[in-house]
């Protein structure tokens, strides 16, 4: 998500139930000193991670004992039941290849609402927790105590939620960049073309495409890249997508839409 939705209120108001130690996301390296500032908190901040954050470095430090490099000290290992749980925020979206990670890891998404209303001070016309009254504090302090019920009552266990439609696509343009907007610029002459385009028209359309916008051929799809674009695109707009075997159909792809067929041979 963008700035000013309310993702460092958040952890104010965790902290204000838990200890945090927060540090700068952009500069951390994953290390062992990446914990050079943690003094035994039990919730670790990193805010603002970069955009292309490397999240498979972190298996060790999630699941297992971590190495921590101190000023003027040796190195010393933490167990796993002393590490702290660790906390990410960013700006951007992000792509997870390590399946490690990927079942560790719990997003809690944002949207914009705090956002268009000019902040959450703006919008309470207070600062957290400064300016909390007697009614705040009680609000805030039974939402803690129904978390933790709800915490104990799944065994400590926190459901998956799936990602909103604008943060799939979201993260569908960090694991496919350039091509949500190739796709919408060209879907609907594909569509009124009688449904079918052939593999030079579509390369054609995709090199005019980069080379209008400047990317260079490093950044551009590779065709098993663009087929796996493709065909979670078509996923998630509820198109049929079948990739043919290259010894019977030149490896055509079929896109579905309703009665309409494309063939991108």
Known sequence: TGGGVGKDVLMQCIALSSSVKTVDGKT???????????NG??????????KRFNFSLLNQAISGTSDVKKLYQNVFTVPFDEMPKIAMSTNFSFEISDGGVDRRLIVVEFNDFFKKRGGVGEYYKKVFPDDWDTYDWSGFD????????VHLASNGKIVRQELSTSGFWKQYEIKFPHVLDFVKLNINEWLLNDGMVSYDAFSKQYESYCNTNNIMHKFRLTGSRMNDALKEYCKKENIVFIKK??????????LRIAQKIWFLW
């Open 245 to 254: 075997d290259r010894s019977l159909l030149h490896s055509s792809i079929i």
């Open 41 to 50: 908190e039990r919730i670790f901040y990193m805010a603002d991670i970069v």
């Open 28 to 38: 951390i390296k994953v290390d062992e000193k990446m914990l050079q500032a943690w």
């Open 142 to 149: 039974t939402t803690i105590a129904k978390c933790i019920q």
